[in-house]
């Protein structure tokens, strides 16, 4: 059973654009909701995260969006450049482990 | 600050025989946790210790194994090798307290049963 669902699976935005990455969980007990970003060769590097008592929190040019009620998430890149071309991750957590989404391979076509 | 480090950052193995992967976490991070990263199934946890106490444990067999050293230190082992078990294992550490949730990745060894 997959707890968080990720869409999609690949993304070419140009650059400039905004790149949108979508997940929905399922587990309302969930607590914690990070994105992380990985380059091939490299581990996941934490990008930004969100608890569910807030509905948006920005950092630079990466804003995470939280729907509750909807038991969704999703992550904006805004002004999308091509070193942001790598795989994105959602991941949710209670405590300890996180559950990981499937990864969005992005592209950004200069 | 130094980063999560993993050794070796490759392996070759074979069918029936075990290894042993190795992560250090940052320094005051007294959490470590494990995951196997394959292009099927993703990334997935596999345990969580703290303390050197397993706290938290995922979907895997027996075969997978770990252990934390009173220095936040730890190893993973996989036993009786098998070809599904090549993937990248990546180590996580942690605060484990306080915010407990932000976990940063090692670069990952990549483990190849043949």
């Known amino acids: 059973q997959q707890q968080v669902k990720q869409s999609p699976q690949s993304l070419i935005v140009q650059k400039g654009g905004i790149s949108i990455i979508n997940c929905a969980y399922e587990n309302t007990a969930f607590d914690y909701f990070p994105w992380y970003q990985q380059f091939p060769g490299k581990g996941p590097a934490l990008l930004i995260a969100i608890r569910p008592d807030v509905s948006e929190k920005k950092e630079g040019r990466f804003t995470i969006s939280f729907n509750k009620s909807a038991k969704q998430f999703s992550l904006h890149i805004m002004d999308s450049q091509p070193g942001d071309s790598a795989t994105y991750f959602c991941a949710a957590s209670i405590v300890g482990g996180l559950t990981f989404g499937k990864g969005t391979h992005l592209i950004i076509q200069p | 600050k130094a980063g999560v480090t993993q050794t070796p950052r490759y392996l070759i193995k074979t069918r029936g025989q075990q290894v042993t992967l190795s992560c250090s976490p940052i320094?005051?991070?007294?959490?470590v946790s494990w995951y196997q990263q394959t292009p099927g199934q993703g990334l997935q946890f596999l345990f969580e210790y703290f303390s050197e106490t397993q706290r938290n444990k995922g979907n895997f067999p027996g075969r997978f194994s770990g252990r934390q050293f009173s220095n936040s230190r730890s190893e993973m082992n996989v036993s009786t090798l098998e070809l599904g078990d090549s993937a990248l294992y990546l180590c996580a550490s942690s605060l484990g307290q306080g915010k407990p949730y932000e976990q940063y990745f090692g670069p990952g060894t990549r483990l190849t049963v043949t």
């Open positions: 320094s005051g991070h007294r959490s």
